[in-house]
């Protein structure tokens, strides 16, 4: 079992930048896909953005451009740099191995004038 912990969320205004972090247990860091999730009240939890194990980024239509997800597999870490945030990227982010199946609890990023 992987445990993931996120940190880094908070209340921003539009038009800032926040940098979600995301650690992970275990000594195979290196081969596990990840990816950060984003779940807004009354809505389905959406892929936000995804890094293979060789390091290949997707993301989500809605924050191309703006975000961008990396990883350091010496700290067991994966990042989540979001800049230009709107509104509508108020959401619970979450953090994910599809290489486990495994969530961490999340962080509150709120993006509000």
């Known amino acids: 079992q992987v445990q993931l912990v996120e940190s880094g969320g908070g209340l921003v205004q539009p038009g800032g930048s926040l940098r979600l972090s995301c650690a992970a247990s275990?000594?195979?860091?290196?081969?596990?896909?990840m990816a950060w999730y984003r779940q807004a009240p009354g809505k389905q939890r959406e892929l936000v953005a995804g890094?293979?194990?060789?390091?290949?980024?997707n993301y989500a239509d809605s924050v191309k451009g703006r975000f961008t997800i990396s990883r350091d597999n010496a700290k067991n870490m994966v990042y989540l740099q979001m800049n230009s945030l709107k509104p509508e990227d108020t959401a619970v982010y979450y953090c994910?191995?599809?290489?486990?199946?495994?969530w961490g609890q999340g962080t509150q990023v709120t993006v509000s004038s």
């Open positions: 890094i293979t194990v060789g390091s290949k980024t």
């Open positions: 994910f191995t599809p290489s486990f199946d495994s």
């Open positions: 275990g000594s195979m860091f290196s081969i596990y896909a």
